[in-house]
């Protein structure tokens, strides 16, 4: 494929902010020099790059986009750059020196680099790509937390808004290819759009390349790189969930990084973990097999992975939620008590024992239970956020259960990304039941639980 994607298309809470008028604070997305021949520091191919730069440089301070080349034949380097047209010419003129500085400094000896800033790109190569149509190389970035109030709505309103922005970039009167939008979500949420292709291609191009990345948003494709270094990584988790319940791991190849955590519940035995994980990460790709970030819950283990950085951060923003009918109690109040007071404990424990790893189990005395007598509770966090972090994930998580379930049913599990909690009527959690890998709805549970199907971030 011929491809690279010269558009940026953000999408955030923050409003864009028109630079114009301001000290520009420029902000980098990545720089790659891309892998190519590398190139003699006193070879014509590396001269060519020297004016390149300068001449696009020196363009840079009267207009928003220009190509270049310099040299010929063999030696030829293609280059262009973009500036956001909402940049002062003083704003983009900083910006391209800036990227052209980072390029010389970072990848002067390749044949072909790329840098992004929100503000500007930049690029230079050997190839043509002068009134291309190109998809290829692609960056993308994601906000940390990604917390709409109404995630059932959103994504129709944010098809909707960015569709309408393409329109408006590609329509004939529109030479800039630019168009910026807000939309109103909720009285406190707004969602701020912005479209962008180079001058250089045709509005059906620039139409197919917009709807390319809105459709990239979240999906990889196949036989990418992303796609790749995934495989690599969810064969790694199944081979090292044989040694050890937790594990995490990145590949970083430079331009799309995927990182990848499991965590086996502490109860299960390494034969177990590795059976619980291998499972995952074969339904894993069937269920998702385009999406670039997904969670997976079953009852004994969490496989996730994410282009986003995802150790060590406590994560509630997707969760899933498996639950059983009303207890059969005489007394549900004080069965409710017990529920909160054991998980209570437990938190404390998990988050703070560091000889606990993050898991602790425990039982509490109910009276007029027709089974047994007893509530089986427990609480986990992954062991990368022990302490407080984990705290504050489990009182969220034991919230959202109470919020969603109750806590007089049967069972209920909560999980979230980094920690979950549960407890049930029946000793499920105390690793005396043969393990039972099983999605987190269960067939046949009376109660039709909340979708838990692997949630998608992003
Ligand atoms: C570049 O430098 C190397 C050694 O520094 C020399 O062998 C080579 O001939 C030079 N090439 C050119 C094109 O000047
Ligand atoms: C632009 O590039 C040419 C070579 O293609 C070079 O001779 C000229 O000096 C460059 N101009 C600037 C302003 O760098
Ligand atoms: C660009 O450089 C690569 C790597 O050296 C080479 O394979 C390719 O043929 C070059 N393309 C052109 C158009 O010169
Ligand atoms: C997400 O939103 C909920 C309620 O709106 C809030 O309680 C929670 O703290 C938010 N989470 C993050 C990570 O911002
Ligand atoms: C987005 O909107 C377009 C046209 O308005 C429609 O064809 C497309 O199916 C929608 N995509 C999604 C994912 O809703
Ligand atoms: C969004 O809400 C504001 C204030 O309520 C209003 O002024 C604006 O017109 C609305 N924008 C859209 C696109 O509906
Ligand atoms: C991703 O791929 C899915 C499945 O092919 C598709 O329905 C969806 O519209 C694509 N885009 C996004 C942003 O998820
Ligand atoms: C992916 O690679 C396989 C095998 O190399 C090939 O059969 C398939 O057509 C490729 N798919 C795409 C979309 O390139
Ligand atoms: C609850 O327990 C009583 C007494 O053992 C029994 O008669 C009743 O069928 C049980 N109800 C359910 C829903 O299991
Ligand atoms: C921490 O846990 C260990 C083993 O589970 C237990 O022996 C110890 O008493 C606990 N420490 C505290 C301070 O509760
Ligand atoms: C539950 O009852 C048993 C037996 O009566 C007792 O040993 C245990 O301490 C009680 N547990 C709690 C948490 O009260
Ligand atoms: C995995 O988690 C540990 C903390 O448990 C952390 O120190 C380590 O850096 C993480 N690994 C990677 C690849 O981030």
């Known amino acids: 494929m011929k491809k690279q994607l010269i558009i940026f298309s953000l999408l955030s809470f923050i409003q864009f902010v028109s630079s114009q008028h301001k000290e520009l604070q420029l902000h980098f997305r990545k720089g790659v020099c891309l892998k190519s021949d590398n190139v003699a520091s006193n070879s014509t191919y590396s001269k060519n790059i020297v004016f390149l730069f300068s001449n696009l440089t020196s363009l840079s301070s009267t207009s928003k986009f220009s190509t270049f080349s310099a040299g010929s034949g063999r030696d030829q380097v293609n280059g262009l750059y973009l500036c956001r047209p909402d940049l002062s010419p003083e704003s983009c003129h900083k910006c391209i020196s800036t990227s052209a500085n980072d390029l010389l400094v970072n990848c002067a000896n390749k044949k072909e680099a790329i840098q992004w800033y929100d503000e ?11 009134s291309t149509e190109e998809i290829e190389p692609w960056t993308s970035a994601f906000d940390t937390f990604f917390n709409v109030s109404q995630p059932q709505v959103f994504p129709t309103l944010l098809n909707r808004t960015m569709q309408g922005l393409i329109a408006e970039a590609v329509s004939p009167k529109n030479n800039l290819r630019f168009a910026t939008g807000h939309a109103n979500f909720t009285v406190f949420e707004g969602l701020y759009g912005m479209v ?3 001058h250089d291609i045709t509005g059906k191009e620039c139409e ?7 459709e ?10 992303y ?3 995934l495989k690599t990584l969810l064969e790694y988790a199944a081979g090292h969930a044989s040694h050890s319940l937790f594990g995490n791991r990145s590949v970083d190849t430079g331009m799309e990084n995927v990182n990848m955590i499991y965590n086996c519940r502490s109860d299960l035995n390494l034969q177990e973990c590795h059976q619980c994980i291998q499972l995952s ?3 894993i790709v069937t269920q998702c097999p385009v999406q670039k970030e997904a969670i997976f819950w079953h009852q004994e283990c969490m496989l996730r992975y994410s282009p986003r950085t995802i150790f060590s951060f406590e994560d509630d923003e997707s969760f899933s939620v498996w639950h059983l009918s009303q207890a059969n109690v005489s007394d549900p109040l004080q069965y409710s008590e017990v529920v909160a007071t054991t998980i209570d404990g437990l938190i404390e424990e998990a988050a703070y024992n560091q000889s606990k790893r993050g898991y602790a189990i425990g039982e509490g005395n109910v009276t ?3 089974q047994g007598g007893k509530v089986y509770c427990y609480v986990q966090c992954t062991p990368d956020i022990l302490g407080s972090r984990c705290e504050r994930c489990l009182r969220a998580a034991f919230r959202s259960m109470a919020g969603c379930c109750g806590t007089n049913k049967q069972s209920v599990q909560f999980h979230y990304p980094s920690c979950q909690t549960g407890y049930s009527a029946q000793p499920f959690v105390l690793g005396s039941d043969p393990l039972q890998v099983s999605p987190p709805v ?6 039709p639980p909340p979708p838990p199907p692997p949630r998608i971030g992003n």
Request: aromatic share 8%.
């Open 120 to 130: 500007c790109m930049f690029r230079y190569t050997n190839r043509s790509i002068f």
């Open 196 to 198: 962008l292709c180079t």
């Open 208 to 214: 197919d390349c917009l709807r390319t990345a809105l």
């Open 216 to 225: 990239g948003l979240g999906n990889y494709t196949a036989n990418s790189t």
């Open 227 to 229: 796609q790749n270094n």
């Open 281 to 283: 990460a074969l339904r």
């Open 368 to 370: 007029g239970l027709v």
């Open 442 to 447: 269960q067939p046949g549970s009376s109660v």
